[in-house]
């Protein structure tokens, strides 16, 4: 296999990698970014920023 099809076969596979870890983890994602709207973020009011 030529370096070249193995940058392409690894490429392919961590877009699948990501795709199938945003759908499993969708829900929890979504959980969590309509608390942390409601509620700021944890510890946010220790930021200096």
């Known amino acids: 296999m ?3 099809e193995y ?3 690894r490429k ?3 877009q699948e990698q990501d ?3 945003q759908a499993d983890y969708a829900e929890f994602t ?3 970014n309509a608390d942390t709207e409601a ?3 944890p510890l946010g009011s220790w930021r200096t920023f």
Do not use: E, I, N, P
């Open 2 to 4: 030529s370096k070249k």
């Open 7 to 9: 940058v392409f076969l």
């Open 12 to 14: 392919l596979a961590q």
């Open 19 to 21: 795709r199938r870890w």
């Open 30 to 32: 979504a959980a969590y």
């Open 39 to 41: 509620g700021g973020l």
